[in-house]
Nanobody
Framework: QVHLVESGGGWVQAGGSLTLSCAAS????????MGWYRQAPGKQRELVAI???????NYADSVKGRFTISRDNAKNALYLQMNSLKPDDTAVYYC?????????WGQGTQVTVSS
């Protein structure tokens, strides 16, 4: 069982930056995928950024060039650096890890971007 603990959410003005962190209870780098999702009011949960099993990254078109996903194996941590934030980025952000038949989610952290 993997427990994911998120931090770093909060309020920021448009154009600002935030870094989200996801700390895992065990090593997560053998996972099939690890990434970040978000869900805005009235919308479906969507993929933001993800590491595949090969270590490559994929980003939603809406965040390309602004967000960067990274990881630290020593800290069992996953990060999301968010720059040039827009009001449309306002959402609850979730850390996600998939390993074999298992899927793990963080509790979610609120990111609010004011205009």
């Amino acid at each position: 069982q993997v427990h994911l603990v998120e931090s770093g959410g909060g309020w920021v003005q448009a154009g600002g930056s935030l870094t989200l962190s996801c700390a895992a209870s065990t090593n997560i780098f053998s996972s099939d995928t690890m990434g970040w999702y978000r869900q805005a009011p009235g919308k479906q949960r969507e993929l933001v950024a993800i590491f595949t099993s090969t270590g490559s990254t994929n980003y939603a078109d809406s965040v390309k060039g602004r967000f960067t996903i990274s990881r630290d194996n020593a800290k069992n941590a996953l990060y999301l650096q968010m720059n040039s934030l827009k009001p449309d980025d306002t959402a609850v952000y979730y850390c996600n890890v998939r390993y074999l038949l298992y899927t793990y989610w963080g509790q979610g952290t609120q990111v609010t971007v004011s205009s």
